[in-house]
C-alpha cells in the first residue's frame, strides 16, 4: 500500500509569512508524528497525535508552532511568522498506535522548509 | 532525559570491509533502539531494531545487539558495499509506540 506522503516537497517562504505543511499518513494507522531534521543533525521530536487528540506536543519549540489532526487520518503542521531559523526538513511518521514490538514508525520524505 | 550519541562521520571504507559505527544511549528504564538509514535522495528507512536486552536485530547483512550493561547499540557489517553508502540514524524509544530520539547521524561511504 502507500507509505506516507507529505506536501508540498519543497516550500520556499519569506521571514514573517504563514506556512503550512501536510501529512498523509498510512491508511489505518492511529499515531502520527511530526520531527524536524536540520542540516548535519538527526531528527528532533516536534509533537505526537494518537488519533484526533495531540498525546504529547513537549517538542514544539515555541507557540509558533501548531499541529492539528482534526479526523484523525491528515495532519496539518502550521507555522507562523516563520523565521530564518526555521529553515529545515520537517519530516512525518505514522504507526499502527497499537503499541509493542510491531509498532515501528514509518517516514514521509520529507517538506524542505526556506525561509529567506 | 533521554538522549543518544553516536560516532561522527564520514566514515570512508573500501568496499568489502568491515563496518563499525558505534552507538550509547541515556534513558530510564528499558527503551527499545533502532537503527534507521537515509540513502541519498530518500527518507528514512527502518534498517534494523530491538527491544529487549540482548536482542539482536539484524537486516541486509547489517546486525546490532541490545547491550544494557553497557547501554550500547553499535551496529555492524562484515562486508560493506557501495550502495551501502548513506546517512545512519541510532534511536531510541522509552515504549515502542512512543516518540522517537536520534543521534546525529553517522555518514558512511563505501568506495569501490
Known amino acids: 500500500g502507500a507509505g506516507v506522503s507529505q506536501t508540498p516537497s519543497n516550500k520556499v517562504t519569506e521571514k514573517g509569512k504563514y506556512v503550512e505543511l501536510r501529512c498523509d499518513p498510512i491508511?489505518?494507522?492511529?499515531?502520527l508524528y511530526w520531527y524536524r531534521q536540520s542540516l548535519g543533525q538527526g531528527p528532533e521530536f516536534l509533537i505526537y497525535f494518537q488519533g484526533t487528540g495531540a498525546a504529547d506536543d513537549s517538542g514544539l519549540p515555541n507557540d509558533r508552532f501548531f499541529a492539528v489532526r482534526p479526523e484523525g487520518s491528515v495532519s496539518t503542521l502550521k507555522i507562523q511568522r516563520t523565521e530564518r531559523g526555521d529553515s529545515a526538513v520537517y519530516l512525518c511518521?505514522?504507526?499502527?498506535?497499537?503499541?509493542?514490538?510491531?509498532?515501528?514508525?514509518?517516514f514521509g520524505p520529507g517538506t524542505r522548509l526556506t525561509v529567506l | 532525559g533521554n538522549s543518544v550519541t553516536q560516532m561522527e562521520g564520514p566514515v570512508t571504507l573500501s568496499e568489502e570491509a568491515f563496518l563499525t559505527i558505534n552507538c550509547t544511549y541515556t534513558a530510564t528504564g528499558y527503551p527499545s533502539l533502532f537503527w534507521y538509514v537515509q540513502y541519498p535522495g530518500e527518507g528514512l528507512q527502518l534498517l534494523l531494531k530491538?527491544?529487549?536486552?540482548?536482542d539482536k536485530g539484524s537486516n541486509k547483512g547489517f546486525e546490532a545487539t541490545y547491550r544494557k550493561e553497557t547501554t550500547s547499540f553499535h551496529l555492524e557489517k562484515g562486508s560493506v558495499q557501495v550502495s551501502d553508502s548513506a546517512v545512519y540514524f541510532c534511536?531510541?524509544?522509552?515504549?515502542?509506540?512512543?516518540?522517537?530520539?536520534f543521534g546525529g547521524g553517522t555518514r558512511l561511504m563505501v568506495k569501490p
Open positions: 534511536a531510541l524509544s522509552p515504549n515502542a509506540g512512543n516518540m522517537l530520539t
Open positions: 530491538a527491544t529487549k536486552a540482548d
Open positions: 511518521a505514522s504507526s499502527s498506535g497499537q503499541g509493542g514490538e510491531t509498532d515501528t514508525q514509518y
Open positions: 491508511s489505518g494507522h492511529t499515531a
